[in-house]
């Protein structure tokens, strides 16, 4: 039973990257942020290395998220399982946003309560992908 959650854990991972590819329309020479435990975010960063990011940031919570912002296309949060999320609100990812004319691509990979604040997505320059959009996608393929 394990390695059935870790292979479809490492083929949404693998998923979650190809649409950021396709949206990005491609991730060589691009930044990414990933933010949460180094755990959650390792299988993540190998890929996106793989896929020729130019730069990858990596945090341990979003405390440097609107200083970050502005050198990603692509943000990941991916909290640790168990709860308490921490919360990226919208306000810290609209000042990051400031001046902004690339779009910034974010998924939400919480497991329980949104990490993200939906109300990010509403934002001009923000593609947010929510859990449940997630779902619903991989809902069709697993």
């Known amino acids: 039973m394990q390695n059935v959650t870790a292979y479809r854990q490492a083929k949404a991972t693998g998923e979650i990257v190809s649409i950021a590819d396709a949206c990005l329309g491609g991730l060589r020479g ?26 990858l940031y990596e945090e341990d919570t979003p405390l440097r998220l609107s200083a970050i912002l ?40 919480s497991e329980s309560t949104p990490s993200v604040e939906e109300l990010a997505g509403l934002l001009p320059p923000v593609c947010l992908y929510t859990p449940e959009d997630l779902r619903r996608i991989f809902s069709r393929y697993f």
Request: hydrophobic share 45%.
């Open 70 to 109: 502005p050198h990603v296309q692509l943000l990941i949060s991916v909290p640790a399982p168990e709860p308490p999320v921490p919360l990226l609100n919208a306000a810290s990812i609209a000042s990051g946003c400031i001046g902004r004319r690339a779009p910034l691509l974010i998924f939400d990979l």
């Open 30 to 55: 691009r930044s990414a942020l990933l933010v949460g435990p180094a755990k959650e975010r390792q299988p993540f960063s190998h890929l996106l290395q793989q896929a020729g990011m130019k730069y």
